[in-house]
């Protein structure tokens, strides 16, 4: 028995075979990455210097997380000039060099907008505060009077998502307390007033900014909060944390915000070179997700669904329909991800039990954690769309879990103050090499620290052994570029299956996926390409073992 999704009629042919709707892209986290001058950070020149290691690897293009002139409040997420680059990652002619080295490797480059926030040391918001009440830079913010008969009170109960008020009183430039400020995450980052047209030309401005030096398109930072419910409204109660992203919020997935991105569409589309948009997007569904990536909006949205989703067939396959399904209709590709620079790598999260999150403090069972996310990293791999890569991911890296509370340096570890916010894991510089002071990284240290052992998972360690989680993602992405069925296009086939097991056809492709602790036997659907593990095949017959994922063509 097998289900048929049809492919649906091609709204335009030439845009449904633009390079991003199948692209492999690959998360450079800046900071972690590799650092060219041996001050311990990664940095721009450290980025180009390793570009070869992506070409190698086999991806489309690279998303570079900030690297814009910062305070550093929340890792670069907190953006003081979004024209500069800030003097711990380089210049802006290293920023132009990146770009044009990537571009002669075949690579294109994303990077990364943050427009919910500045920075508090924006200029925009220091003379907003230091102009004091009634300064009209305090309309591109939220600035209200405070309740309590003294404004002691923040305006409404808007809570960070870092934890705490969204909101922090200011000091008025004669010393009196006065108005408060939203701040959807940290204090250190005012949330913009989007109403404001100065706000929404500045960005547009921005954007042409980084089309102009050649980037091919965005990742737009919380894509989902620009727009706040009219009056600021109350939300009633505080639980807020454990609501986000499964419910409706005032200050987030507001209607409001698709008409900034059509006016971002447009921008683009004055742009040769097919460039993109990306929505960091966080909505109750993916059918919300959904009209993020109309035909006149964004180009792609990061589907979270997916990354939530335990390593578990039934689960799995429901969120694979039901995120194909919710695209089809305005006809932008699925995208499918497993890690980022905000969760615990995918490798710790299925090592430990299901149902803890996406932001762990506990090893669990490393061995078990690694086959799954190899066979994880294949199915996803398979899948119709586009993909993301987090840096790290293809050497199998765990979360450093074990990190001494000091060296973190996550805001919302402290704001939570250490229950919460262990980012930190996912973001410890990566190794390149077996020895070495910081594993190949830089020639310094490292600005979190290794834990011992990482050289033997790095690239240096992993190239040339077949076995390795580097080969088999190499092999992946080049068996991707070459076996018709894999990529492009939305149609898939389930086939018959066991509980616990995923088989489906893609053209003369099938994908077989044992998401269960047992080996299972199958018929043998064809000829191997590719396994996360020890498949054996006997005759007709293939013993696909516990937690292991095969590639055939048939
Ligand atoms: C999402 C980013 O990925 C995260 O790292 C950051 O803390 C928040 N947005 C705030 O900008």
Known sequence: MTQHLAAPATPDSATRTAWWRDAVIY???PRSFADGNGDGMGDLQGIRARLPHLRDLGVDAVWLSPFYASPQADAGYDVADYRAVDPMFGTLLDADALLRDAHDLGLRVIVDLVPNHSSDRHDWFRRALGDGPGSPLRDRYHFRPGKGTDGELPPNDWESVFGGPAWTRTTDPDGTPGDWYLHLFAPEQPDFNWEHPAVRDEFRSVLRFWLDMGADGFRVDVAHGLVKAAGLPDIGH???????????????????????????????????????????????????TAHYVRPDEMHQAFNFQYLSTHWDAAELRAVIDGSLAAMRPVGAPATWVLSNHDVTRHTTRFANPPGLGTQLRTPGDRALGLRRARAASLLMLALPGSAYLYQGEELGLPDVTDLPDEARQDPSFHRAEGQDGFRDGCRVPIPWTVEGPSYGFGTGGSWLPQPAGWGE??????????????ELYRAALRVRREQPGLGAGDALEWNAAPDGVLSFRRESFVCTANTTGAAVRLPVPGRMLLASGPVRVAGDEVELPADTTAWWAV
């Open 27 to 29: 998360q450079v986290y």
């Open 238 to 288: 505080h639980d807020q944390l454990r609501l986000l992203g499964n419910d409706t919020m005032p200050f987030f997935d507001q209607d409001g915000v698709h008409e900034i991105y059509r006016s971002w569409r447009k921008v683009l589309a004055e742009y040769a070179g097919d460039r993109i948009l990306v929505a960091e997007a966080w909505t109750p569904t993916v059918e919300r």
């Open 457 to 470: 998972l790095s690239v240096q360690a992993q190239t040339g052994d077949p076995a390795s989680t580097l």
